[in-house]
């Protein structure tokens, strides 16, 4: 038998309902806040990650699924959304169109690493992105956009971390005292570690090797290095959460070791999902525009992984939904009136109404058991004596109430299922 490939997973008909129940309240959420929808395709040229999350990073050297094309191109599936969305962003010229552009996805995405709880190969995420504005209040709204979502959803076990990289310059200046902190103590860190000290040190800070972060624990902080902008700005962010009333911390261990990120950078943690607990992630990302080929444009987004959420969702019993339901099930009484059953669900369904009927030629008894395992709110026989009198018999499945209509009065029985 032919399996699902590993780290892959169906979402089944018993499931759907409650990813339909996220997407809508994403969709509600940034739609409140004036965010319009982007969908880019699901791959892209493999250059496009390379430069827009780093070759260094484990992403772009372990994590791809990268392949040539029939033209010998290196295409790349996605393993995030950021640099197809300014990709598209520079491409479509969006910033000559509106000088700020407020984007949201929900969109599949692809990565080679081991699978764990709320972590696959193919998985999806929702997020946002807005291109065009320096405002600090906008690094805020990403974070009053997730935690909102968050909230609508019922979860309660969530800490929101903030932090701030500052500017290129004062990050260099502090990148050099961490130099200077951790020379003496490079023999001391893991391999992985020691070549993050020469490609992209601030790293060393997402080590979850315990002696990594025993070192790490005394080593200096850059927001106590921040320049005056950005400490101006991250004043700002911390501001308006406590105004909104969002509980928040800083976190100076929380970097992003790319050098396009400035100033804000954020993640909003769950305790109910295991050892990757941080169900989405964001900051500022000004340089990043420029980086992919586009005029120099400030940015700011986040992404938040929607099998983690879920998987807190359910391990809180946040929210639960009511059991699918349909609002008619057609029984058919007697043999030879198939066609009149289906010519009648055509015309309910017509006037967008949910209906089924039995396809399987099974008897009365067992397309009632059809009809309440559909959770039907409304049964039509069709037959019998009813039927042969020119009738229909209409039950109310709530309260088993029952009443008769003339087979030629369709819409009385449209009329009482909609009422």
């Excluded at 759907?16 to 806040?33: A, D, G, P, Q, S």
């Excluded at 609508?152 to 500017?167: A, E, F, H, P, Q």
């Excluded at 130099?179 to 601030?202: A, P, V, W």
Aim: proline share 3%; hydrophobic share 35%.
């Amino acid at each position: 038998m032919i399996k699902a490939v590993t780290g892959t997973k169906d979402i089944l008909p018993s499931e759907i309902n409650r990813w339909y129940y996220l997407e809508n309240i994403v969709k509600e959420v940034f739609t409140n806040f004036n965010y319009k929808e982007i969908r880019t395709p699901v791959f892209e040229e493999t250059s496009l990650f390379a430069r827009g999350i780093g070759e260094e990073t484990d992403i772009v050297s372990k994590e791809m699924y990268t392949f040539l094309d029939r033209s010998e191109t290196s295409i790349t599936l996605k393993p995030e959304m950021t640099a197809a969305v300014v990709r598209s962003y520079i491409e479509h010229s969006l910033g000559t169109l509106q000088p700020l552009n407020k984007l949201f996805y929900i969109s599949p995405m692809f990565r080679q690493e081991r699978p764990q709880a709320g972590r696959f190969r193919q998985f999806h995420q929702f997020g946002a992105e807005a291109i065009g504005s320096t405002s600090p209040l906008l690094d805020a709204e990403m974070i009053e956009m997730s935690y909102n979502i968050f909230k609508r959803l019922g979860l309660k076990d969530l800490v929101v971390k903030i932090n701030s990289l500052g500017v290129p310059q004062s990050r260099e200046d502090y990148k050099n005292k961490l130099r200077e902190f951790l020379s003496d103590k490079k023999d001391k860190l893991t391999e992985e570690s020691r070549k993050r000290f020469d490609k992209n040190i601030l790293r060393i800070f997402d080590s979850k090797i315990e002696s990594d972060q025993e070192i790490m624990k005394d080593a200096p902080l850059l927001i106590d290095y921040l320049d005056e902008e950005s400490k101006t700005d991250f004043e700002v962010v911390k501001e308006y959460l406590t105004k909104v009333g969002i509980p928040f911390e800083v976190d100076s261990a929380l970097v992003r070791g790319l050098d396009y990120y400035t100033k804000t950078t954020f993640e909003v943690i769950s305790n109910k999902v295991g050892s990757q607990s941080a169900l989405c992630g964001g900051g500022r990302y000004d340089l990043l525009i420029q980086e992919l080929g586009g005029k120099p444009t400030p940015g700011v987004g986040f992404a938040a992984g929607m099998e983690r959420i879920l998987l807190a969702c359910e391990n809180e019993k946040s929210f639960t939904l009511p059991d699918p339901s349909i609002d008619v099930y057609l029984i058919r009484i007697d043999k030879g009136l198939e066609s009149t059953v289906a010519g009648i669900a055509s015309l309910l369904r017509s006037q967008k109404l949910s209906v089924d009927f039995d396809y399987l030629s099974r008897s009365t008894k067992a397309q009632m058991r059809e009809a309440n395992k559909s959770n039907a709110k409304y049964v039509l026989f069709i037959g019998g004596e009813e039927y042969s009198r020119g009738e229909l018999l209409l039950k109310n499945m709530a309260d088993g109430q029952q009443k008769t209509v003339s087979k030629d009065e369709i819409n009385k029985i449209i009329s009482e299922v909609k009422k």
